[in-house]
């Protein structure tokens, strides 16, 4: 998810912005093609022991993490063959581009159009590849937390290895507020914010 501000820099990776319709998924990016059945069984085993339904929590957008700047380049120059890079940003001080694909992924029975992949930080995560999934409960920000915690089983809010973080990071003056509750089993996490990412980088946006 993007924190803090926004920015544009001239130490992003070139990115050839030509599209190719019809390239496939699976043949460019057969990691992540690979990878998105291990994610999805994760995720599912994840919002169960939260008893939480994902049925009718649509992603609004799925995300990417890697070790190493070879891969996120690798990673960047795929989706860019099967998508559009919408925006790009230094956050943390490490680039982040998002990308909105020509054809969306299908997830538990729903299909996400948007890919977040962040460059490496300082933060080692256990696993390359999908690491979480951010859903919009729109609403006022400030109850975000309570709105979400809701949506969750008692049983879930007690179990061992389960974690809940809230963040609300610093917003660029006049764009929307973002905070995040997020839920993690250390290994995969589910993120809920207020507004969907392309509404936040739109607002972004149009302040410059």
């Given at each position: 998810?993007?924190?803090?501000?926004?920015?544009?820099?001239?130490?992003?990776?070139?990115?050839?912005?030509?599209?190719?319709?019809?390239?496939?998924?699976?043949?460019?990016?057969?990691?992540?093609?690979?990878?998105?059945?291990?994610?999805?069984?994760?995720?599912a085993?994840?919002a169960?022991?939260?008893?939480?339904?994902?049925?009718?929590l649509?992603?609004?957008?799925?995300?990417?993490?890697?070790?190493?700047?070879?891969?996120?380049?690798?990673?960047?120059?795929?989706?860019?063959?099967?998508?559009?890079?919408?925006?790009?940003?230094?956050?943390?001080?490490?680039?982040?581009?998002?990308?909105?694909?020509?054809?969306?992924?299908?997830?538990?029975g729903?299909?996400?159009s948007?890919?977040?992949?962040?460059w490496?930080?300082?933060?080692?995560?256990?696993?390359?590849?999908?690491?979480?999934?951010?859903?919009?409960?729109e609403?006022?920000?400030?109850?975000?937390?309570?709105?979400?915690?809701?949506?969750?089983a008692?049983?879930?809010?007690?179990?061992?290895g389960?974690?809940?973080?809230?963040?609300?990071?610093?917003?660029?003056?006049?764009?929307?507020?973002?905070?995040?509750?997020?839920?993690?089993?250390?290994?995969?996490?589910?993120?809920?914010?207020?507004?969907?990412?392309?509404?936040?980088?739109?607002?972004?946006?149009?302040?410059?």
């Amino acid at each position: 998810m993007l924190a803090a501000s926004r920015k544009n820099s001239r130490s992003f990776p070139r990115i050839n912005k030509l599209m190719t319709d019809n390239t496939d998924f699976s043949r460019l990016l057969p990691d992540l093609a690979q990878d998105l059945n291990r994610f999805t069984l994760d995720l599912a085993h994840l919002a169960g022991r939260l008893g939480l339904s994902l049925q009718t929590l649509a992603p609004d957008h799925i995300s990417l993490r890697c070790h190493q700047n070879s891969t996120a380049e690798r990673w960047a120059a795929g989706l860019a063959q099967v998508g559009e890079m919408f925006s790009q940003a230094e956050i943390n001080g490490r680039p982040v581009c998002l990308f909105r694909l020509n054809q969306p992924l299908s997830l538990l029975g729903h299909q996400v159009s948007v890919v977040e992949l962040p460059w490496p930080g300082a933060k080692h995560y256990p696993h390359e590849g999908w690491e979480h999934i951010e859903v919009v409960l729109e609403g006022d920000p400030q109850t975000l937390g309570q709105r979400a915690m809701a949506l969750i089983a008692d049983h879930g809010l007690t179990q061992p290895g389960i974690s809940f973080k809230t963040s609300q990071p610093a917003a660029v003056e006049g764009a929307l507020p973002n905070p995040t509750l997020a839920v993690t089993d250390g290994k995969t996490t589910l993120k809920f914010h207020p507004y969907s990412l392309e509404a936040v980088v739109a607002s972004e946006q149009s302040l410059f």
